[in-house]
Nanobody
Framework: QVPLMQSGGGSVQAGGSVRLSCRVDGYTDCLYALSWFRQAPGKERELVSVISRNGVKTYTDSSRGRFTISIDDSNTTLYLQMNSLNPEDTAIYYC???????????WGQGTQVTVSS
């Protein structure tokens, strides 16, 4: 399986913003959900945000109010806008598409976000 192509990320100072992108064209047929996860050093991968096929957006306690998940009108690119970043947000961020064709999900290759204090 070819991973979803991600872009964005990098290094930013605390309080800054970063936008992540993930190409999902070809992976939205009979879609269940699109989501963002992250994995910090020494920690398990954790959910950040989900957008369902009906457009319902869900956030975790750590992302709510600071992060925004969205998809463009052509359903080809998934975004994660991250504002008010802090060092605890430092992690590798992964996008994921879950559909009837790929019920266990197709992952992006991951992109590093580093927040310095």
């Amino acid at each position: 399986q070819v991973p979803l192509m991600q872009s964005g990320g990098g290094s930013v100072q605390a309080g800054g913003s970063v936008r992540l992108s993930c190409r999902v064209d070809g992976y939205t047929d009979c879609l269940y959900a699109l989501s963002w996860f992250r994995q910090a050093p020494g920690k398990e991968r954790e959910l950040v945000s989900v957008i369902s096929r009906n457009g319902v957006k869900t956030y975790t306690d750590s992302s709510r109010g600071r992060f925004t998940i969205s998809i463009d009108d052509s359903n080809t690119t998934l975004y994660l806008q991250m504002n008010s970043l802090n060092p605890e947000d430092t992690a590798i961020y992964y996008c994921k598409s879950t559909s009837c064709r790929h019920p266990t999900g197709i992952w992006g290759q991951g992109t590093q976000v580093t927040v310095s204090s």
